[in-house]
């Protein structure tokens, strides 16, 4: 069982910048293929981004493109992700995941094997 925990999350003005952070209690947390998350009111559950288990290969929404930028620290167990040039349309609740394996279709929420519980990010205009 991998039990994972958002932080990090807040309101700030547009074009602001924030850093998520998502600390897993596993040690086996490196093996993990770790993803980001949102969910908007009345929306589905959105792919965000996700990192490799070494961190070498990541993968982010063409919204999300150039902004945000995903990373990992497996020594914390620990998952990031650096938001700039905030939006309002980036307002949701964001998640992070964890993958146990090499999922092809890794914008699935489904695919996930564990989920925190989310942390409010709200920009305003």
């Known amino acids: 069982q991998v039990q994972l925990v958002e932080s990090g999350g807040g309101l700030v003005q547009a074009g602001g910048s924030l850093r998520l952070s998502c600390a897993a209690t596993?040690?086996?947390?490196?093996?993990?293929?770790m993803g980001w998350f949102r969910q908007a009111p009345g929306q589905e559950r959105q792919f965000v981004a996700r990192?490799?288990?070494?961190?070498?290969?990541?993968y982010y929404a063409d919204s999300v493109k150039g902004r945000f930028t995903i990373s990992r620290d497996n020594a914390k167990n620990t998952v990031y992700l650096q938001m700039n040039s905030l939006k309002p349309e980036d307002t949701a609740v964001y998640f992070c995941?964890?993958?146990?394996?090499?999922?092809?279709?890794?914008?699935?929420?489904?695919?996930?094997?564990?989920w925190g519980q989310g942390t409010q990010v709200t920009v305003s205009s």
């Open positions: 995941a964890a993958d146990a394996r090499s999922s092809y279709n890794y914008r699935i929420p489904s695919v996930y094997d564990y």
């Open positions: 990192i490799s288990f070494g961190g070498r290969t990541t």
């Open positions: 596993k040690y086996t947390f490196s093996t993990y293929y």
